[in-house]
Nanobody
């Protein structure tokens, strides 16, 4: 059983900060790219930030300069540091990881259950 479990969401005032964490566990052979996506009510899920195993990153234009993605490969964990939060950042944030499982060839995308981030004005 493979799980991605997010934590760190909550309610914050505009201008504040939050740090999201996502831990992958289970019969994992290797983890390749990891990322954060978000979905606001009535909108499609969108990429927020993504990081390769080697540490290369890419960000949505709307969060550049405010959010930082990082990972700890030894802990199978990816983080999202969110600063200068705006009301338009309000969404459910989902962790995503491309996993290769023990005894199974190929990579497959896995998703966490999501964590709510609400930014009040």
């Amino acid at each position: 059983q493979v799980q991605l479990v997010e934590s760190g969401g909550g309610l914050v005032q505009a201008g504040g900060s939050l740090r999201l964490s996502c831990v992958a566990s289970g019969s994992i052979f290797s983890i390749n790219a990891m990322g954060w996506y978000r979905q606001a009510p009535g909108k499609q899920r969108e990429l927020v930030a993504r990081i390769t195993r080697g540490g290369s990153t890419n960000y949505a234009d709307s969060v550049k300069g405010r959010f930082t993605i990082s990972r700890d490969n030894a802990k199978n964990t990816v983080y999202l540091q969110m600063n200068s939060l705006k009301p338009e950042d309000t969404a459910v944030y989902y962790c995503n990881a491309d996993l290769q499982l023990v005894g199974r060839p190929g990579q497959y995308p896995y998703w966490g259950q999501g964590t709510q981030v609400t930014v009040s004005s």
